[in-house]
């Protein structure tokens, strides 16, 4: 099993965990996204890459075009359509539980869930805005309709949505191999952040 750390801490903070983690019988402790800075407490006391990200930016200083697909609003009371796509769009590390979904749901004041108008839907983006800053925080497609321009419309929906909630800069990661949503993110706006993210980890004795 595997659990998530999901803020910077200090060494003794990390030794705790670790600890605490080995009394409750987990046998992997996995990290959320973090930044090189923050990764350092976990470095030393024996946590690995187990994955790399692109931390990429985007002012949100002029307007937006619009997207060219319509796109609609989604409740949470239908979320495993929404995980349908997700699990679909990423492998088994990456996908999305619904817990997952659903903390990913809470975590900015406010949030935008948005499909597309097929039946089921076939791509979700889900926005959300604390304050000046905004983040993509999923942006995914069904490989079945990759290629479609619905990608994009997404992203220029998410990013209209942000500006207009009075954000200043978005922010999105990706994996350092995904080509297609590299070249997505950059065709429209986007620049990669210097170092980047890690998810590190650390077995369990």
């Known amino acids: 099993m595997s659990t998530y750390i999901d803020q910077p801490i200090d060494d003794h903070a990390v030794a705790d965990i670790i600890e605490r983690l080995c009394v409750q019988g987990y046998k992997k402790a996995v990290t959320a996204a973090l930044l090189p800075q923050e990764q350092v407490p976990f470095a030393r006391a024996g946590f690995g890459v187990e994955r790399q990200l692109v931390l990429l ?68 983006a889900l926005s959300g805005v604390s304050r000046d800053r905004a983040y993509l925080q999923r942006l995914a497609v069904h490989p079945g309709s990759a290629g479609t321009g619905l990608g994009t419309a997404l992203l220029l929906d998410a990013l209209r949505w942000m500006r207009w ?41």
């Open 57 to 124: 930016k985007r002012p949100l200083d002029q307007p937006v075009p619009k997207a060219e697909q319509r796109l609609r609003r989604w409740r949470r009371r239908r979320l495993d359509q929404v995980l349908d796509i997700d699990h679909a769009a990423f492998d088994d590390f990456w996908a999305f539980d619904e817990i997952g979904l659903r903390e990913a749901l809470d975590a900015t004041p406010q949030r935008l869930l948005r499909v597309d108008t097929a039946t089921p839907p076939t791509g979700y």
């Open 165 to 205: 909630r009075g954000a200043d800069q978005v922010y999105v990661n990706t994996q350092d191999d995904n080509e297609r949503a590299l070249a997505l993110y950059e065709r429209n706006g986007f620049v990669p952040e210097p170092g980047g993210l890690a998810i590190l980890s650390k077995d369990l004795p």
